[in-house]
T-cell receptor, first 111, second 117 residues
Framework: GESVGLHLPTLSVQEGDNSIINCAYSNSASDYFIWYKQESGKGPQFIIDIRSNMDKRQGQRVTVLLNKTVKHLSLQIAATQPGDSAVYFCAENTGGFKTIFGAGTRLFVKA | GAVVSQHPSRVICKSGTSVKIECRSLDFQATTMFWYRQFPKKSLMLMATSNEGSKATYEQGVEKDKFLINHASLTLSTLTVTSAHPEDSSFYIC?????????????FGQGTRLTVV
């Protein structure tokens, strides 16, 4: 079936550098995308979302980019901090209500 | 933001017994809640959609008789793992969306770590 996936399973960055986490999705009908952060032993935490009528959205230190032509999402984290170390999931809403998760990328921030 | 609470956060049970996990939306009403399962170092897998006042909708491959879902009120959904076996050990997570809202963020509980011995 159609699914959301990730290019990079792990990413290691130096504290203070920018991080870019990528995600490819295959359901062309998806119209809402979300990035979640999950720390060990906890539930996912909302970071930022974007609708399909946009190609960029910015939050505090985070930016999500959506390229519908190639079905690609990315999450950019500026000035990465040790507290950003976690697993990041992209997710898509299908059918309006269900949220389907991608494979996840583990981000390591080196001090 | 809205708060979703799961209980218990951890549970250990013996093989053959049943375990109930509760998911509550604390400050909003949720006609729809979702149950996910997560294995170590893996992604969240949607198990079922819990609908208030009606039967749950299960994803393909999920045994509905094994994972009983009840959504008796607008703020509570329960997942019961029946006749649990060691392979049912996993991290179970629920989420909820504010009543009437689609294509908005879902709020997640803190998860329940189930260990079957």
């Amino acid at each position: 079936g159609e699914s959301v996936g990730l290019h990079l399973p792990t990413l290691s960055v130096q504290e203070g550098d920018n991080s870019i986490i990528n995600c490819a999705y295959s359901n062309s009908a998806s119209d809402y995308f979300i990035w979640y952060k999950q720390e060990s032993g906890k539930g996912p935490q909302f970071i930022i979302d974007i609708r399909s009528n946009m190609d960029k959205r910015q939050g505090q230190r985070v930016t999500v980019l959506l390229n519908k032509t190639v079905k690609h999402l990315s999450l950019q984290i500026a000035a990465t901090q040790p507290g950003d170390s976690a697993v990041y999931f992209c997710a898509e809403n299908t059918g309006g209500f269900k949220t389907i998760f991608g494979a996840g990328t583990r981000l390591f921030v080196k001090a | 933001g809205a708060v979703v609470s799961q209980h218990p956060s951890r549970v250990i049970c013996k093989s053959g017994t049943s375990v109930k996990i509760e998911c509550r939306s604390l400050d909003f009403q949720a006609t729809t809640m979702f149950w996910y399962r997560q294995f170590p170092k893996k992604s969240l897998m949607l198990m079922a959609t819990s609908n208030e006042g009606s039967k749950a909708t299960y994803e393909q491959g999920v045994e509905k008789d094994k994972f009983l879902i009840n959504h008796a009120s607008l703020t509570l959904s329960t997942l019961t793992v029946t006749s649990a076996h060691p392979e049912d050990s996993s991290f179970y997570i629920c989420s909820a969306r504010v009543r009437g809202e689609s294509n908005t963020e879902a709020f997640f509980g803190q998860g329940t770590r189930l260990t079957v011995v």
